[in-house]
């Protein structure tokens, strides 16, 4: 993201610290040849290509369905398009009776089925050669004690100078232990001019409080700057494009405001289940793992104002002052909805409800679709009501934000001809069917003046050859390259709690069950309630 702002790694740039520029200077030369090498580079892209200079990067829970299914993929991914050195190391860390060769069948079964691009052997062969495995639970000194002998063998034998990125890919409740062994075997404290990275998972606390104690923890042992706490929706392309479209033209900034916006709907919309992860889910539930972090950053997204630079800071500063000015409405009971899936069908196959599913218990009271209304109480919009909502087993998976504008004042044509016209409304669609949308009146051709919606589309798939890459392969190669402009900074991350806070409060406090819906549904019926006492409609799934 940021191109003007310098992206090497900050830690090993503070003052006075030797930089370990001749180093740098060869391994960038050798990844660049990789890079230029690479036959999958668009031969156009004449732009020197971000690549991650010598690195390790050590995977805690290795074993979990996110490494399987994302960050293995993932590395591979920026392995074939060239942006890894060549001595890029990987070491997985998880409580199994493998051998690195184990390891590399795991991974090398992960890429097959996962990654996007296409397997080619020289390139897997390449990321093979840098795989380790280091076996034992996270309360075993002798695997930390391992994992330093194994890291500093790495340096020795592919000449990765000491950098290393842990990242934290495990239930919440080991980041505590992991933190304090990396500090026990000093393997938390970069030697000159190298520099160590931690990368913190979701969910970052399960509230305020435990937030700021987790952050506690992570503070005692790295650098604010070294630290990447990671929410995966912005790591998506579609959704770095709410930047580019706002700030890039000029056509949206002067409707972009409550004189001309009527309401904003951010939907994320689900058709999978909660699957293997009922014992993350169950006591967590929707608001907390979704609406908390990606909602709110999309929200952010969309009404923050400009940022003097695409730079880590001016972002966040513009996205912390929308966090600070979002307010719950005074009728918090009537302005949230949740629900919980009940058996359904989805795609055509039986599908069972949320309390039949493995491991969730049959009284279990956590919402598996929420639904909030905010307010930003700022000049640009005071006023304007921000639909949020998302939910698993719904009738299909859709995430979009709908910025839906105000009816014309005045409508000089019968009030037959504009029956059925609905509101303009810029929807910007994060996926699947990733683009844009523009929603409009037009005349119906035959007809004297009849008016109705038509859609203008803009589809990623046909403006731009490539496919976009997935987000984990955006934040892995930021976070060794140390960019931070695309991870939330704890401020944000607590001003986010502090909103989700009051409503699971009131959640409780209140005793509210959340409300059936059936799967494959387009949830439960109080959140279509919720809208229609404002007189307004949730978008169709
Ligand atoms: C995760 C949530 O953050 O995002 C999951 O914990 C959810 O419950 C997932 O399924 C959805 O991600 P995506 O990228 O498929 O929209």
């Not at 610290?17 to 001749?22: F, G, L, M, R, S």
């Not at 660049?32 to 390790?56: I, M, Q, T």
């Not at 503070?219 to 700030?247: C, M």
Request: net charge negative; proline share 7%.
């Amino acid at each position: 993201m940021n191109q003007s702002e310098p992206s090497a790694s900050p830690e090993a740039a503070a003052p006075g610290e030797p930089v370990a520029a001749a180093q740098a200077a060869a391994s960038t030369t050798t990844t660049l040849e990789v890079a230029e090498a690479n036959p999958l580079r668009d031969p156009r892209d004449k732009r020197l290509p971000r690549v991650a200079g010598p690195s390790v990067l050590v995977l805690f829970g290795v074993t979990g369905d996110l490494s399987r299914r994302k960050l293995l993929p993932a590395i591979y991914d920026l392995g074939n398009r060239g942006l890894l050195p060549p001595g890029f190391s990987l070491v997985g860390f998880a409580r199994r009776d493998w051998a690195s060769q184990d390891f590399a069948k795991i991974t090398h079964d992960a890429v097959k089925e996962h990654a996007r691009t296409p397997f080619r052997e020289e390139v897997w062969k390449q990321i093979c050669e840098g795989l380790h495995f280091v076996p034992g639970s996270f309360d075993d000194d002798g695997a930390f004690d391992a994992l330093a002998m194994v890291l500093k063998e790495i340096d020795e034998t592919r000449g990765t100078g000491g950098n290393y990125a842990f990242y934290t890919s495990t239930p919440p409740k080991f980041f505590p232990v992991i933190i304090e062994q990396l500090k026990r075997t000093g393997l938390h404290k970069p030697p000159p001019g190298a520099w160590r990275r931690v990368v913190i998972e979701k969910p970052f606390g399960h509230d305020l409080e435990s937030a700021k104690e987790l952050n506690r923890i992570v503070d005692s042992a790295f650098r604010p700057d070294s630290v990447f706490r990671i929410d995966h929706y912005l790591g998506k392309e579609t959704v770095q494009n709410i930047l580019a479209l706002r700030f890039a033209n000029t056509l949206w900034e002067p409707i972009w405001n409550r004189g001309y916006v009527d309401h904003v709907q951010i939907t994320m919309a689900e058709d999978i289940g909660v699957g293997t992860r009922a014992g993350y889910y169950d006591g967590i539930g929707a608001a907390r793992d979704v609406i908390q972090n990606h909602l709110l950053q999309l929200m952010a997204l969309v009404a923050m104002e400009d940022p003097t630079a695409f730079g880590a800071s001016a972002l966040r500063r513009e996205k912390e002052k929308v966090l600070e000015a979002i307010k719950l409405p005074a009728d918090l009971e009537t302005s949230t909805a949740i629900g919980q899936y009940t058996e359904g069908w989805q795609g055509g196959v039986p599908v069972p409800g949320f309390l039949e599913e493995e491991g969730i218990p049959p009284d279990s009271r956590t919402e598996t679709y929420a639904a909030v209304k905010l307010e930003i109480a700022n000049r640009r919009w005071a006023g304007v009501p921000f639909y949020l909502r998302t939910g698993k087993r719904l009738g299909r998976r859709m995430t979009e934000v709908a910025v839906v504008f105000q009816r014309a004042p005045h409508l000089p044509f019968s009030k037959t001809d504009t029956e059925i016209l609905g509101q303009n409304a810029l929807v910007i669609r994060v996926q699947p069917d990733e683009g844009i949308t523009v929603r409009f009146g037009s005349k119906v051709p035959g007809t004297a003046m009849e008016v109705r919606d038509v859609n203008m589309d803009f589809a990623y798939g046909e403006a731009f050859l490539e496919s976009s890459p997935e987000a984990y392969e955006r934040l892995l190669l930021d976070v060794l390259i140390g960019d931070p402009p695309l991870f939330p900074h704890q401020r944000e991350v607590e001003l986010q709690w502090s909103i989700i806070d009051p409503i699971e409060k009131l959640w409780a406090e209140s005793g509210r069950r959340p409300e059936g819906y059936a799967a494959g549904t387009g949830g439960p019926a109080s959140a279509d309630a919720m809208m229609a006492r404002d007189g307004r409609a949730w978008r169709r799934l």
